[in-house]
């Protein structure tokens, strides 16, 4: 269905040609919230530039927009106001048969994308034998959310887990379980993620102060890239490790990647250096190979180059990812290739496109963007720490969040007087408290920093998970309460809207699609929390103000559709951003 301004536009496209000619046809109409609700709910500014153009006073051209516009099945009389706006008031009628028009689809009114595109959507990405972070939790969040809406739209996704599988730090960590624990290298679940963590860590501080160490090091790489079986099983075992974690995290959060780690890209490097150098871009700088692309400079203002090859003949993550370019574009087809990262990778994504562009890998009709974000901060407003100083540990804050929950649930019960069983507590505390962590993060323009805090995000009120959760269960009573059957509700039922209220809710469950369809342009997930969050406070105010289970047929139908419609929005939306919804909580 076309929006309601997309509707306006048409109007008026018409119109400016029937006044001053075909030329005018694609003048833009500047439509506009109406910046007052009185005024009505739209404004047309395109007066005041046109009677430029034209060379007559604007409240003139106004009034000849107006003999010429068709609108009267949309909106009241236009009126004019101040040097040139013309104000536009929605008709009840229209609005009605426009709710009645989404409440029969079962896609709420939102298209389809015409063109339907093959999008690579790189996002989680952690790092074998290291913990995921909170960085890492972003991404997954944010690249989840984005994968679910551009799929909803029709689009086919590929969810690429990046993982950071390769490179000289397996050297380093083989060599050092050789000496320390061999057996872990032969056998399975011999060491959890923790331990793996440490030892690590051990084996980069070896390496940092021992020369003879850091040889067999070196020697380990050389035979993982030589693809000796030994060293290859020790490193499938140590991926398999770390990946049993992260799955645990990724079956919490109910997240589905494909993984294609870095090592994916291994037989690839070769021919990337090589094409650039056949391209003659390479530049030979202290012995490693690399491009020089205009717009990047160090702090001293020197041109900083993007190193793909080097010295030792190595590549690196540059390299990785430049090959990850090419065979997105050339083998899966992407059209859109998306990198959700920290803002810190902003200047790696920039050099690595701009050198791709360069080399001429990046056709005119594919896009390629980053989707940066910011930090998560504790409470006192630094990065986020546990109180020992290390980072938090995935895992832990996520269990912290239920328990919370948990607990909020079982006192909201003794003050209730109500009895459920250990399995619906369970249940609820699990979604409420993953839930409010997804949605707190969701909920910022993904450029900022946030600060964490299990408070603000588990709180009833305000723009949280529960919140929403709370206005969809809301429904869900009214409907088990009244034994509605929303499923059989909506066919040939007329929408009566009358009271402010209900025209307010209405006008608001109308702009779900304009909202959808910025997402897919800007990719800020934000946007949907905002728009649901707004939804749950007109709701509640339509609640409040009008009678539903005890008015009249044929108002009481009418309300009963537009709760079921909320509701439908909220589930929908919650689940674009990767949240389930509750019937009861
Ligand atoms: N593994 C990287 C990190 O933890 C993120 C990878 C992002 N994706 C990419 N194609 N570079 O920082």
Same mark, same amino acid.
């Given at each position: 269905?076309?929006?309601?301004?997309? /509707?306006?536009?048409?109007?008026?496209?018409?119109?400016?040609?029937?006044?001053?000619?075909?030329?005018?046809?694609?003048?833009?109409?500047?439509?506009?919230?109406?910046?007052?609700?009185?005024?009505?709910?739209?404004?047309?500014?395109?007066?005041?530039?046109?009677?430029?153009?034209?060379?007559?006073?604007?409240?003139?051209?106004?009034?000849?927009?107006?003999?010429?516009?068709?609108?009267?099945?949309?909106?009241?009389?236009?009126?004019?106001?101040?040097?040139?706006?013309?104000?536009?008031?929605?008709?009840?009628?229209?609005?009605?048969?426009?709710?009645?028009?989404?409440?029969?689809?079962?896609?709420?009114?939102?298209?389809?994308?015409?063109?339907?595109?093959?999008?690579?959507?790189?996002?989680?990405?952690?790092?074998?034998?290291?913990?995921?972070?909170?960085?890492?939790?972003?991404?997954?969040?944010?690249?989840?959310?984005?994968?679910?809406?551009?799929?909803?739209?029709?689009?086919?996704?590929?969810?690429? +887990?990046?993982?950071?599988?390769?490179?000289?730090?397996?050297?380093?960590?083989?060599?050092?379980?050789? =000496?320390?624990?061999?057996?872990?290298?032969?056998?399975?679940?011999?060491?959890?993620?923790?331990?793996?963590?440490?030892?690590?860590?051990?084996?980069?501080?070896?390496?940092?102060?021992?020369?003879?160490?850091?040889?067999?090091?070196?020697?380990?790489?050389?035979?993982?890239?030589?693809?000796?079986?030994?060293?290859?099983?020790?490193?499938?075992?140590?991926?398999?490790?770390?990946?049993?974690?992260?799955?645990?995290?990724?079956?919490?959060?109910?997240?589905?990647?494909?993984?294609?780690?870095?090592?994916?890209?291994?037989?690839?490097?070769?021919?990337?250096?090589?094409?650039?150098?056949?391209?003659?871009?390479?530049?030979?700088?202290?012995?490693?190979?690399?491009?020089?692309?205009?717009?990047?400079?160090?702090?001293?203002? =020197?041109?900083?180059?993007?190193?793909?090859?080097?010295?030792?003949?190595?590549?690196?993550?540059?390299?990785?990812?430049?090959?990850?370019?090419?065979?997105?574009? /050339?083998?899966?087809?992407?059209?859109?290739?998306?990198?959700?990262?920290?803002?810190?990778?902003?200047?790696?994504?920039?050099?690595?496109?701009?050198?791709?562009?360069?080399?001429?890998?990046?056709? =005119?009709?594919?896009?390629?963007?980053?989707?940066?974000?910011?930090?998560?901060?504790?409470?006192?407003?630094?990065?986020?720490?546990?109180?020992?100083?290390?980072?938090?540990?995935?895992?832990?804050?996520l269990? =912290?969040a239920i328990?919370r929950a948990?607990?909020d649930?079982?006192?909201?019960?003794?003050?209730?007087?109500?009895?459920?069983?250990?399995?619906?507590?369970? +249940?609820?505390g699990?979604v409420v408290g993953l839930s409010a962590v997804k949605y707190a993060d969701?909920s910022?323009?993904?450029?900022?920093?946030?600060?964490?805090s299990y408070d603000k995000m588990l709180a009833l009120?305000?723009?949280t998970a529960p919140y929403m959760l709370?206005?969809?269960?809301?429904?869900?009573?009214?409907?088990?309460?009244?034994?509605?059957?929303?499923?059989?509700?909506?066919?040939?039922?007329?929408?009566?809207?009358?009271?402010?209220?209900?025209?307010?809710?209405?006008?608001?469950?109308?702009?779900?699609?304009?909202?959808?369809?910025?997402?897919?342009?800007?990719?800020?997930?934000?946007?949907?929390? /905002?728009?649901?969050?707004?939804?749950?406070?007109?709701?509640?105010?339509?609640?409040?103000?009008?009678?539903?289970?005890?008015?009249?047929?044929?108002?009481?139908?009418?309300?009963?559709?537009?709760?079921?419609?909320?509701?439908?929005?909220?589930?929908?939306?919650?689940?674009?951003?990767?949240i389930?919804?509750?019937?009861?909580?």
């Amino acid at each position: 269905m076309n929006s309601i301004a997309q /509707q306006l536009k048409a109007r008026f496209e018409k119109a400016f040609t029937a006044a001053f000619g075909e030329s005018y046809a694609g003048a833009d109409p500047m439509l506009a919230a109406a910046s007052n609700p009185n005024f009505g709910d739209f404004q047309c500014n395109a007066a005041m530039s046109l009677g430029k153009k034209l060379g007559k006073p604007p409240r003139a051209i106004a009034s000849t927009i107006i003999e010429n516009l068709d609108i009267s099945d949309i909106c009241e009389t236009p009126e004019i106001a101040g040097p040139g706006f013309i104000n536009l008031k929605l008709k009840p009628a229209y609005l009605e048969a426009q709710i009645s028009a989404i409440a029969a689809d079962s896609r709420l009114g939102i298209e389809s994308a015409k063109t339907p595109q093959t999008i690579a959507i790189d996002f989680s990405s952690p790092n074998i034998a290291k913990e995921m972070h909170v960085g890492h939790l972003r991404s997954t969040i944010i690249g989840d959310a984005i994968a679910r809406t551009l799929e909803f739209q029709g689009h086919d996704v590929l969810r690429i +887990n990046h993982i950071g599988d390769w490179g000289t730090q397996f050297g380093m960590l083989i060599a050092y379980l050789r =000496e320390v624990h061999p057996e872990a290298l032969t056998t399975a679940d011999a060491l959890d993620l923790g331990d793996l963590v440490a030892f690590y860590r051990q084996a980069k501080q070896r390496f940092d102060t021992d020369e003879t160490f850091k040889e067999t090091a070196r020697q380990e790489v050389v035979k993982l890239q030589a693809g000796a079986e030994d060293t290859r099983h020790a490193w499938k075992l140590l991926c398999d490790q770390s990946r049993r974690e992260f799955q645990v995290i990724y079956d919490l959060l109910d997240i589905k990647l494909t993984e294609r780690g870095e090592s994916f890209y291994n037989p690839l490097l070769p021919a990337v250096v090589e094409d650039l150098t056949n391209l003659g871009l390479l530049v030979e700088s202290d012995g490693a190979k690399c491009v020089f692309v205009d717009g990047f400079t160090n702090k001293e203002g =020197e041109p900083l180059p993007l190193i793909v090859q080097k010295t030792d003949g190595g590549y690196n993550y540059a390299t990785t990812d430049l090959a990850a370019v090419r065979y997105r574009i /050339q083998k899966d087809n992407a059209k859109r290739l998306i990198y959700v990262t920290d803002s810190g990778q902003a200047n790696h994504f920039a050099q690595v496109f701009a050198v791709a562009r360069k080399a001429g890998w990046i056709p =005119e009709d594919v896009e390629i963007v980053h989707v940066p974000f910011g930090l998560v901060l504790g409470e006192d407003g630094k990065r986020a720490k546990t109180r020992s100083g290390d980072t938090v540990r995935l895992r832990d804050l996520l269990d =912290e969040a239920i328990v919370r929950a948990t607990k909020d649930l079982e006192d909201r019960l003794v003050t209730e007087e109500r009895h459920e069983t250990k399995e619906f507590i369970a +249940n609820v505390g699990r979604v409420v408290g993953l839930s409010a962590v997804k949605y707190a993060d969701l909920s910022q323009n993904r450029a900022s920093n946030y600060v964490f805090s299990y408070d603000k995000m588990l709180a009833l009120q305000g723009n949280t998970a529960p919140y929403m959760l709370y206005a969809y269960a809301r429904v869900q009573g009214i409907r088990r309460k009244g034994e509605i059957d929303f499923e059989n509700l909506d066919a040939g039922a007329k929408v009566i809207l009358q009271s402010d209220a209900e025209l307010v809710l209405a006008k608001h469950l109308l702009q779900f699609n304009e909202v959808i369809n910025a997402v897919e342009g800007d990719l800020l997930p934000n946007r949907i929390c /905002q728009y649901l969050f707004e939804l749950s406070q007109k709701y509640n105010q339509f609640f409040e103000q009008c009678q539903v289970l005890k008015s009249e047929e044929p108002l009481r139908t009418s309300r009963l559709i537009l709760c079921d419609l909320t509701a439908r929005t909220l589930k929908l939306g919650l689940e674009l951003l990767g949240i389930k919804v509750l019937e009861r909580m």
